[in-house]
């Protein structure tokens, strides 16, 4: 596939840490073909950070997997909202199910947590919530990005650059992503 065919669902809330929706929003916007900001409701978030709503496309339940190729989720305090959501839950499992890639970074990695798909994967989080990562059975690297199969996680601001690079990266690839395969990790 190639990244301008991509068609990329964020799923997030209010509370969203602004520079993990905003910025990989635009750049998304420019090289894939859709993006679609999903929230509770398809209501429009704000962030924790101040910026006023910002726009939502589509409620959580409105999302099938057979209409998007990835799907991001940002950190902040979203996550905790997010996660409470059985319809994210549900889009989130059957996207790993389907081996596309599923994009997480900073407190991102608590809706991962919630849908039960960290088991034995390998990832990267905000370092704050790593003892929780680590009970949930994955192993936790302190690096910018680590892909394990098809997730692709990160740790925090500093690291939106380098996520949405190695993003861009598989869904440019022709090699194709496998759910639930841990041991496949780059950084």
């Given amino acids: ?51 006023g709503q910002f726009l939502a496309h589509a409620s959580f339940e409105d999302l099938a997997v057979s209409d998007f190729d990835a799907v991001l989720v940002p950190g902040g305090f979203a996550p905790d909202i997010v996660r409470r959501s059985t319809e994210a839950l549900e889009f989130l499992t059957q996207m790993d199910q389907a081996g596309k890639p599923v994009a997480m970074i900073c407190h991102g990695a608590w809706v991962a947590l919630s849908a039960g798909l960290l088991t034995g994967r390998t990832v990267t989080s905000a370092p704050f919530i790593r003892p929780e990562v680590e009970a949930a059975g994955a192993s936790w690297k302190d690096e910018p990005v680590v892909i394990d199969g098809n997730l692709i996680t990160s740790r925090l601001p500093q690291d939106v650059d380098a996520w949405i690079e190695a993003l861009l990266g598989v869904l440019a690839s022709d090699v194709p992503l496998t759910a639930a395969a841990p041991g496949g990790v780059a950084s």
């Fill in 1 to 51: 596939m190639e990244a301008h065919n991509a068609a990329v669902a964020i799923l997030t809330a209010d509370f969203f840490e602004e520079s993990e929706v905003l910025f990989p929003y635009y750049r998304l916007l420019g090289q894939t073909r859709k993006v679609v900001v999903a929230t509770p409701g398809g209501q429009p978030p704000k962030g924790k950070g101040g910026v």
